[in-house]
């Protein structure tokens, strides 16, 4: 699934971070396979809580729903690929696994991975119903931040640092950025099922953009704040580097709420961009081709962020 790289570059930046810090490896790497188990929980169990909300509306006609092409959401369950039930079940397992790696974590590092836990476990609950009322980005913003940050490093480091804090903010703005440009091209849709997101609070698509604008510079004045705060030196500067892809997707998302039906144009650095030609003969492209933009921009700034990480307190 094409966000569960958010969760594991959001990781490596912490880790990296805390690794330089003398922080424990095996135990990095263990709290990962939670993150990760606890992020599919959470996605699985919202596509069934939405799948329960969609066909409870009166007229809901199978048929004409997988004839949008860009709302792909729940489309395995609406095609019956998946039962309902097996897909709540799906959802227990991968919940109980993060729960597992949880409690050994828990004998291993002592009562603050508790508190870490409790966080992501009532955010992943809690979304599904929270999500639905203008509050996605909120959680999304703690989960990435503060919650998988700073648990991460307590894990690896045994100690609490507002430090992990401060490093969370501009992967967490780049991480929101890739929610907000889902719910903006869902903006009709979203609408339409009684969904209530911050973007469809403006009385356009192409209003709900202002946001996207202020999300990218709080991304980018965070990297400035984490050398006022002597946490990181000058070498996050590279991370700026990314600007021209934060460009092109807002254009990008522009261009959509005009022409919902277009798609942006093949460019270089748009890579990687799996099942492209087959997109186009399916006619997601419009959508999916904008939702790696937004992807492939967190992964070339996380990793940039790593780098300049490396280069200032690694070497």
Not at 85 to 110: P, S
Not at 277 to 282: I, Q, T
């Amino acid at each position: 699934m094409f966000a569960l790289p958010m969760t594991i570059l959001s990781w490596l930046v912490i880790f990296t971070f805390s690794y330089l810090d003398s922080g424990n490896l095996f135990l990095g790497l263990i709290s990962l396979a939670g993150l990760c188990f606890a992020h599919l929980g959470a996605n699985v169990l919202d596509d069934y809580f939405d799948y329960q909300s969609l066909i409870k509306q009166v007229g809901f006609n199978k048929s004409e729903y997988l004839k949008n092409s860009q709302k792909t959401k729940c489309r395995y369950l609406v095609a019956g690929i998946i039962k309902p039930m097996e897909l709540l079940l799906l959802g227990g397992v991968y919940l109980l696994l993060a729960l597992a790696i949880g409690v050994f974590l828990y004998f291993k590092c002592g009562a603050g991975v508790v508190y870490f836990a409790f966080i992501g476990g009532a955010i992943a609950l809690l979304y599904p119903f929270l999500s639905r009322i203008r509050l996605s980005e909120v959680l999304v913003a703690a989960a990435y931040g503060p919650a998988l940050f700073g648990g991460v490093f307590y894990v690896m480091t045994g100690t609490y640092e507002a430090e992990a804090f401060w490093l969370s903010l501009p992967t967490m703005f780049m991480t929101v950025v890739l929610l907000y440009a889902h719910t903006v091209m869902d903006y009709n849709y979203d609408k339409y099922e009684g969904k209530k997101t911050l973007a469809n609070t403006f009385s356009t698509m192409e209003k709900s953009l202002v946001v996207l604008k202020y999300l990218f510079i709080a991304a980018y004045l965070s990297l400035l704040l984490l050398c006022v705060l002597d946490i990181l030196d000058w070498q996050v500067f590279i991370v700026f580097l990314t600007i021209p892809l934060a460009v092109d997707l807002y254009k990008s998302l522009k261009d959509f709420s005009s022409a919902p039906e277009s798609v942006p144009a093949k460019k270089w650095y748009h890579f990687p961009m799996e099942y492209r030609e087959k997109l186009e003969k399916s006619g997601d492209a419009c959508f999916m081709v904008r939702i790696y933009q937004a992807r492939n921009l967190m992964i070339y700034f996380s990793l940039l962020f790593v780098i300049s990480i490396i280069f200032s307190i690694g070497l």
